[in-house]
């Protein structure tokens, strides 16, 4: 099939980034809001305390870790991408968050001293990493003794529905040129989770599932915006008619969710712990 061209979204202005930031924002606190909770909790954060947090994105959680260590501790925000850590800094700024500070770096080989940091935390990206061995062994590395990990990932495609429809989908439509998510439940079994927590040299390791009983969407657009531009990018590669079937089905695989609430899905994540003795 020819690829279909589209002309290119104009540019926001900023008052539109802005926005934009803050409903993507408002969207995470209701879907992981509560696990976020636990998993700081997990990571036994007081005030004073000085916490790493490891792809940490736009940084909601690296902002709720900088409230609970207040003015005399510090929270550092790493990943990857400067630009989502951009996004974090204003989000810290605005809010008078000086004790969190970001810094660009990638988790298989933290630029950072050892026996640094009281607690390391990390919602949703552990799973990402390539070498998650490697980046978990850093992370032992520059935690304190006495020190704890705590982080989400994922559970399996099975207990959350929504995650792979639109994928599964697409992959009828564009075969192996098709986008998957199989990477984000790399970590989705409990034994796979708490054996690399323990080979990594962690103690006390623990691994709970954890259901995210808030996991809704306002509208069909707002979910498809959670599934981000790769959906966009996959039907732009189908020709008109195609498109329209593949958009339908999607459409029609997501109206059993559908209730007046807006859509709802089981979900579920995994929460892993364990401590630098």
């Known amino acids: 099939m020819s690829e279909m061209k589209h002309p290119p979204t104009p540019p926001q202005e900023p008052w539109q980034v802005a926005e934009d930031a803050e409903r993507r924002t408002a969207l995470r606190e209701t879907l992981y809001g509560s696990a976020t909770r636990q998993m700081l909790a997990a990571a036994a954060i007081k005030p004073g305390d000085h916490v790493l947090d490891i792809a940490a994105g736009t940084g909601d959680q690296s902002r709720m870790a900088a409230r609970l260590v207040g003015p005399t501790g510090s929270v550092l925000a790493t990943d990857i991408s400067p630009e989502m850590l951009a996004v974090a800094a204003r989000f810290a700024e605005q809010e008078g968050l000086s004790m969190l500070t970001t810094r660009a770096m990638n988790a298989e ?17 552990l799973m990402l990493i390539p070498d998650q061995q490697r980046a978990l062994t850093e992370i032992r590395r520059v935690l304190k003794p006495g020190g704890r990990l705590a982080a989400l990932v994922w559970s399996t495609s099975e207990r959350n529905p929504l995650f792979t ?12 040129a098709a986008e998957q998510r199989d990477d984000a439940f790399s970590l989705a079994d409990v034994a796979v989770f708490a054996s690399a927590l323990t080979e990594a040299g962690l103690q006390q390791v623990q691994v709970e599932p954890v259901a995210l009983t808030t996991f809704s969407f306002p509208s069909f657009e707002v979910l498809a915006n959670w599934w981000g531009s790769s959906l966009e990018q996959a039907l732009a590669q189908l020709e008109p008619e195609v498109r329209q079937r593949a958009q339908a089905e999607i459409r029609q695989a997501v109206r059993p969710f559908e209730g007046p609430h807006g859509i709802q899905a ?6 892993g712990a364990g401590m630098k003795e």
């Open 165 to 176: 429809l639109d994928t599964t989908i697409m992959a009828k439509y564009l075969g192996e």
């Open 266 to 271: 089981p979900a579920e994540v995994l929460l």
């Open 109 to 125: 080989q933290l630029d950072l001293p050892e026996n640094s940091y009281d607690a390391v935390i990390s919602r949703l990206g």
